[in-house]
């Protein structure tokens, strides 16, 4: 007899095909919410194939990036994301300390990144605005042509891909497909562009491009170029790479998706270190974000004897605004106006 012992996780990260997912009735989208189930315990990470996002659209996107982090230092400080009342914007390369989750432990030097965030424009006089929320409010653009619409269209469509995903992952916990739509209809998201230059010889210790740290909200859609160094963790706490896949993005779910499913569903540690090249690396995650005001419990059946309740109930923001506090030094909406 053999003692029965639990399958090792995969050292790898499993691609989940979305073509013929949108249609409510296909197999397929019974498989994919099974391989779903089955990569958020694991890893929280899988890639998506097949999923409807026409690659000009992601092409345009990182030209846009290469040509607005090509601007002078100045045009880009001039956007900076600290004088910004939405906290949306440019940050400088050490403008962020992604690792810094645990309060309790020392931060990581500052990352080795320069980034852009594009958030949901409202009127000044948006409650949500006027709240300070992170990403409600105005994006600032740089003067490069078709700069806000590129960011627009592509944003738009991240959320029309994101509403699948979020389908897929609600039918993954057996639960109606729509389950998610209320949590999501403040037509949020911070779409982030990032460059990275290659690791330098010389740092701080342990700093590299994007210290260890999980996402904070729903669900991240990540395009990658074809340079490499995003690590992921997975539940063995191996650190496997989730190398680059042409016509795929990476997705993992955020700290939100594991509170809504009280831990069955990990958001996980990951990290960027651009050790592989003498390239720049250039990714564009899309942050899938909640409502800030929407209410964050566990879904009940996902509580049992054996699982009971992991987190506290929170709002949105509550959560969102500690983690930016954390790696940022500031709290969203505290920003300098001048
Ligand atoms: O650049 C990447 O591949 C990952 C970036 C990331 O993890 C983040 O911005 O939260
Ligand atoms: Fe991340």
Redesign the pocket.
Known sequence: MHLYAPPKPPASIPIVDLAGTQDAKSPARDRAAQAIHRACRETGFFYIANHGTDQRLIDAQFALAKAFFDLPLEDKMQLSLRKNPASVGYEPIGGQK?DSQDPTKEAAPPDL?E?FNWGADVPADHPYAIAGYRGYGTNHAPALPGFRAQMDAYAADMRRLGNLLLELIARSLDLPDDWFKPFFLSNGGNL?M?K?PPQPDEVQRNQI??GA?T?WGGV?L?A?DQVG??EVRNVAGDWIQ?QPMAGTF?V?IGDLMARWTNGIYNSNL???KNNNSARD?Y???F?YDADPRATIEAIPTCVTPENPVKYPVCTSNEHMADMFQRSYGFRPGQAKAS
Do not use: E, M, W
Request: proline share 4%; charged share 20%; net charge positive.
């Open positions: 992604l990144k980034s982030r990032i990275y491009g994007a740290h996402d991240t990540l990658q160094g995003l989730a990476v993992n990951h990290r960027v690396r990714s564009i995650p942050f």
